[in-house]
C-alpha cells in the first residue's frame, strides 16, 4: 500500500522547511522528485530541480511545456509553496492586510493557474493525487492573544488565501474523479523557535501539548500519495495536536 517506487512527483517551495521534508521523505520511498522554487539550493534527494517564480504567469506557463515535454506522466502534485507575510493587524490597516496581492497571487491564484496546466499530465497517471498543503487558519480565526507580547505578525490575508485553497481542492475533487483524488492537507503551527510566551500559550490550546513538525505534514503527504487513501477525495485533513478541537 506504500508502494511508490517509480512514482512521479512535482512539488512546489521544495527548498522550505516544510517542501524538503517533504521531499526526503518521498525520496525516500522510491518517488522520483522534480522540484520547484524561487531559491535554489543543492538536494540530493531531488530528481530535477527547476527556479519558478510562481508569481509569474510565463514562468509558470514555460514550465507546464517543458514537464508536457520531458514526462509522459505525473503521478503526484504537492502544492506547498507559500507566501506568509509579516503585516500587523489593526483598525488602521485592516483594508490593507484583507487584499494583499502577493498573498492572493502566490497562495491561491497563481496556484490554480499552476494545477490546471499540470492537469494533462496528471490524467495520463492511473491514479494520481493533488495535495493542497493549506493551513488552520482557513477555517480558524486568529486567536489574537497569542500574539500579544511578542513580534510574530498575524497575517489576515494569509488565511483568506488559504481558506480559497482548500475550497479549490474541495471544487476539484468533484470536477476530477476517478483517476485523480485531490485532498488539502492543514497543519497547526509548524515550531520555528518562535518566542516562550507564544508557545506557552499555544500549547496550552493543543491538547497533544506539543506544536506541529515539518515530519507530521510530510508524513500527511505520503498518506495521500499512497493507495491507503485511495478511496478518500474532496478532505481537509487537520494535523494540529487536537488546537482546533477545543
Known amino acids: 500500500m506504500l508502494n511508490l517506487k517509480n512514482k512521479i512527483c512535482i512539488i512546489t517551495g521544495c527548498n522550505g522547511y516544510v517542501g524538503k521534508t517533504i521531499v526526503k521523505k518521498l525520496y525516500s520511498l522510491g518517488v522520483k522528485v522534480i522540484g520547484t522554487d524561487i531559491i535554489k539550493k543543492n538536494n540530493k534527494y531531488l530528481k530535477y530541480f527547476y527556479k519558478l517564480d510562481l508569481n509569474k504567469k510565463i514562468e509558470i506557463e514555460n514550465f507546464a511545456k517543458l514537464i508536457n515535454r520531458k514526462f509522459k506522466k505525473i503521478d503526484i502534485l504537492v502544492n506547498n509553496a507559500s507566501y506568509v507575510g509579516t503585516s500587523n ?74 481558506a480559497g485553497l482548500s475550497h479549490f481542492s474541495k471544487m476539484l475533487s468533484s470536477a476530477l474523479p476517478p483517476n485523480i483524488r485531490v485532498n488539502s492537507i492543514s497543519p497547526g503551527g509548524i515550531y520555528r523557535r518562535q518566542p516562550k510566551k507564544f508557545i506557552k500559550k499555544y500549547l496550552e490550546k493543543t491538547p497533544l501539548k506539543r506544536m506541529c513538525r515539518e515530519e507530521d505534514v510530510a508524513n500527511a503527504v505520503v498518506f495521500f500519495s499512497s493507495d491507503l487513501s485511495n478511496y478518500i477525495t474532496g478532505q481537509n485533513l487537520i494535523i494540529d495536536g487536537g488546537y482546533s478541537s477545543l
Do not use: C, H, V
Not at 92 to 98: D, G, V
Not at 105 to 130: A, D, E, P, V
Open 89 to 162: 493587524i489593526s483598525k488602521n490597516n485592516y483594508e490593507k492586510t484583507f487584499y494583499n496581492e502577493k498573498f492572493e497571487r502566490l497562495n491561491l491564484t497563481n496556484t490554480i493557474y499552476f494545477t490546471n496546466l499540470i492537469l494533462k499530465n496528471l490524467q495520463k497517471s492511473k491514479s494520481s493525487s493533488i495535495i493542497n498543503i493549506s493551513s488552520i487558519y482557513s477555517f480558524l480565526g486568529f486567536d489574537y492573544n497569542l500574539y500579544k507580547g511578542t513580534n510574530m505578525k498575524t497575517p489576515l490575508a494569509y488565511g483568506i488565501s488559504k
